[in-house]
Every structure is written in structure tokens, then in C-alpha cells.
């Protein structure tokens, strides 16, 4: 039952800071910057979830955080989920062939992912929906993975410490790095 606890504590605490990110991302950014491009808060969660999780406890913590932040956005939830798997898929590859522990591979994981899932979006746009994206925001996309890079690093640590709270063991290949 200990276990149980530790799960469900472990999720609620994902689930409860990606929501408080997310939301402040999507409000009070835009308030404050206007339409300075933000940093994606969620993706970190994705990458989190991709690297330090075995494949079935990622895929439901992934469907749990999009769920979490598709009202939080103009993308279908449908769309937006087959997004999300999609970027963890490529993450799991990506890290079959690449990996090493720590925060600095956590930071460029999330920057890359960023930039995948955008150029992901516009793609799957084009092939899947009848009104698809028309215009490229490079720069956008490229200040936006930046910062989140950048917002990265305290995620990582905050994440990490979830983890270390709530004992959560992660697979051996990862290994723990909670400092």
C-alpha cells in the first residue's frame, strides 16, 4: 500500500507543477512579454518522462500530461496526444543511441525536443488536418527551445528531487543523479 502512495504522490507532484508551469506559460507570460515566443514548460515533463521512466510507466505519465495541458492549448487533444508519442518515441530512440546521465543531456534533450515537435506539428498538419498551419516561425521555435533549455536545468533538479521524495527508483540504465 506504501508503494501505491509513493505513485500516486509521485504523479501529483509531476502533475501539479506541470499544470502550475503550464498555466503560467499561457497567462502570465503572454501578459507580461506579449508575444515574446515563451518557453514550452510541458516538454521537459515529456522528456522527463521519456528518459527516466520505463516505456509503459512513460506512456501513461505522457497520456496523464497531455491530458493535464490540452486545455491549456488551441491543439485537439487527439492531435495533441499523437504529438506527444510521437516526440517520446524519438526520444527513446535517441536515447538508445545517445546517452549519458546528468543534467546537460536532460537540457539538450528538451531543446531538441522542441524543435522536433514543432517541425512534428507542422508536418502531421499538413498531413492530417484540413485546415493545416501555414506560416514557419523559425525564430520562434528557436527562442523557444533556447529558454526552455534554459528552463530546464532547475526542472531537472526539481524533478529529480520528486523523485528522490517519493523514492521512486529509476530504470538502471539511467541511474540515479539527484544531487
Same mark, same amino acid.
Given at each position: 500500500?506504501?508503494?501505491?502512495?509513493?505513485?500516486? %504522490?509521485?504523479?501529483?507532484?509531476?502533475l501539479t507543477?506541470?499544470?502550475?508551469?503550464?498555466?503560467?506559460?499561457?497567462?502570465?507570460?503572454?501578459?507580461?512579454?506579449?508575444?515574446?515566443?515563451?518557453?514550452?514548460?510541458?516538454?521537459? +515533463?515529456?522528456?522527463?518522462?521519456?528518459?527516466?521512466?520505463?516505456?509503459?510507466e512513460s506512456?501513461v505519465m505522457?497520456?496523464?500530461?497531455?491530458? %493535464?495541458?490540452?486545455?491549456?492549448?488551441?491543439?485537439?487533444?487527439?492531435? /495533441?496526444?499523437? @504529438?506527444?508519442?510521437?516526440?517520446?518515441?524519438?526520444? +527513446?530512440?535517441?536515447?538508445?543511441?545517445?546517452?549519458?546521465?546528468?543534467?546537460?543531456? +536532460?537540457?539538450?534533450?528538451?531543446?531538441?525536443?522542441?524543435? =522536433? /515537435?514543432?517541425?512534428?506539428? /507542422?508536418?502531421?498538419?499538413?498531413?492530417?488536418?484540413?485546415?493545416?498551419?501555414?506560416?514557419?516561425?523559425?525564430?520562434?521555435?528557436? =527562442?523557444?527551445? =533556447?529558454?526552455?533549455?534554459? @528552463?530546464?536545468?532547475?526542472?531537472?533538479?526539481?524533478?529529480?528531487?520528486?523523485?528522490?521524495?517519493?523514492?521512486?527508483? =529509476?530504470?538502471?540504465?539511467?541511474?540515479?543523479?539527484?544531487?
Amino acid at each position: 500500500m506504501r508503494e501505491v502512495s509513493l505513485v500516486f %504522490a509521485n504523479y501529483s507532484l509531476f502533475l501539479t507543477s506541470l499544470l502550475l508551469l503550464a498555466s503560467l506559460q499561457s497567462s502570465l507570460w503572454m501578459q507580461l512579454l506579449g508575444s515574446f515566443p515563451p518557453p514550452q514548460t510541458w516538454v521537459p +515533463f515529456i522528456v522527463y518522462a521519456a528518459l527516466y521512466r520505463r516505456a509503459t510507466e512513460s506512456f501513461v505519465m505522457i497520456y496523464l500530461l497531455t491530458l %493535464a495541458v490540452a486545455s491549456l492549448s488551441a491543439i485537439p487533444l487527439g492531435f /495533441f496526444l499523437l @504529438l506527444n508519442l510521437l516526440l517520446a518515441g524519438f526520444i +527513446f530512440l535517441f536515447k538508445e543511441r545517445i546517452y549519458w546521465p546528468g543534467s546537460t543531456y +536532460f537540457v539538450l534533450v528538451c531543446g531538441s525536443s522542441v524543435i =522536433l /515537435f514543432s517541425v512534428l506539428h /507542422f508536418g502531421l498538419s499538413w498531413a492530417i488536418e484540413h485546415n493545416p498551419a501555414r506560416s514557419y516561425h523559425f525564430f520562434d521555435w528557436t =527562442l523557444g527551445s =533556447l529558454l526552455t533549455m534554459l @528552463l530546464g536545468f532547475p526542472l531537472y533538479r526539481l524533478m529529480t528531487w520528486f523523485d528522490h521524495l517519493t523514492q521512486k527508483e =529509476l530504470p538502471t540504465e539511467a541511474g540515479a543523479q539527484w544531487l
